[in-house]
């Protein structure tokens, strides 16, 4: 629309908890919102940065079951695309912890993860995913074209759980 503050609708059975966005018609960043963060900061899916405050990404609002709102930084008369996510029982949960330092399992899933994309919100720190399939200690940075990394069993990300995943104390995982 050119100005902030378009309600976009989201299809979802209930409010996003993470969306991924990005301007298409110019040379810009995916801006991510993830629920605990709320409406005005953001994560740059592109970046290692900490989380950043803005009222123009997300214009200050939170989503709700029907739509999310863009501000002035995503819609300066161009086109945008965005992919939404919600919770959904036994499949996919999309949250927050807050690290200890040290090992820390993190329940409450509700279901065993097969796939994990994890990022510290307070410092400079990559995105990182995880997947069962090649195990708890391999893992990729989704802001990096660098090849897989092998981490010490239990640096990063020690195991898949049955209800959530047991973190190790570093790498930005658990600090």
């Not at 993830?34 to 900061?41: A, P, R, V, Y």
């Not at 086109?79 to 919600?86: E, K, L």
């Not at 010490?152 to 600090?175: H, I, M, P, Q, W």
Request: proline share 3%.
């Amino acid at each position: 629309t050119g100005s902030a503050g378009p309600s976009i609708g989201h299809g979802l059975s209930s409010a996003p908890t993470f969306i991924i966005a990005k301007t298409l018609d110019t040379v810009a960043k995916w801006r991510v919102f993830q629920s605990s963060l709320g409406g005005t900061k953001y994560l740059n899916f592109s970046d290692t940065d900490a989380a950043g405050t803005s009222s123009n990404i997300w214009n200050d609002f939170t989503p709700t079951a029907t739509v999310f709102q863009v501000g002035s930084d995503l819609s300066p008369s161009s086109s945008v695309i965005a992919y939404c996510f919600n919770d959904v029982a036994g499949f996919s949960k999309m949250g927050s912890y807050t690290g200890n330092g040290s090992t820390q399992s993190i329940t409450g899933l509700g279901f065993q993860p097969s796939w994990l994309l994890i990022k510290n919100m307070d410092s400079a720190r990559g995105w990182q995913m995880f997947d069962s399939s090649r195990g708890a200690n391999q893992l990729l940075f989704a802001n990096s074209n660098s090849a897989e990394s092998s981490e010490s069993a239990g640096t990063s990300l020690s195991s898949f759980d049955s209800d959530g995943f047991t973190v190790g104390s570093g790498n930005g995982v658990n600090e």
